[in-house]
């Protein structure tokens, strides 16, 4: 089982940045695929980002592809959410989530076989 501890959250006015990050313990890091999830008020959970284990590959939800950008340094064990360019529509509390399996990432699925997750970081964009 993975611990993660997602920090960096806050409020901002729309337009500017914030930086994301998700801290796991418990397994080995550098084999899973790790993404970031967003819950806004009223709405289900929804797919952010997914980078894989080595980071070669990453995939966005098309509303935030060109302002997030999903990184990870694995000798530190954390993932990363660059968020530029926010919008209110961005609030929502981020989830930082790790794959079920290792050596694992899907370019068709990119949000499934998430299993292991935070509790979460408020980010609230104001107008």
């Known amino acids: 089982q993975v611990q993660l501890v997602e920090s960096g959250g806050g409020l901002v006015q729309a337009g500017a940045s914030l930086r994301l990050s998700c801290a796991a313990s418990?397994?080995?890091?550098?084999?899973?695929?790790m993404g970031w999830f967003r819950q806004a008020p009223g709405k289900e959970r929804g797919f952010v980002a997914a980078?894989?284990?080595?980071?070669?590959?990453?995939y966005y939800t098309d509303s935030v592809k060109g302002r997030f950008t999903i990184s990870r340094d694995n000798a530190k064990n954390t993932v990363y959410l660059q968020m530029n360019s926010l919008k209110p529509e961005d609030t929502a509390v981020y989830y930082c989530?790790?794959?079920?399996?290792?050596?694992?990432?899907?370019?068709?699925?990119?949000?499934?076989?998430?299993?292991?997750w935070g509790q979460g970081t408020q980010v609230t964009v104001s107008s």
């Open positions: 418990g397994r080995t890091f550098s084999s899973y695929t």
């Open positions: 980078i894989s284990w080595s980071g070669s590959r990453i």
């Open positions: 989530a790790a794959r079920n399996s290792p050596f694992t990432f899907s370019a068709t699925t990119p949000s499934a076989d998430f299993g292991s």
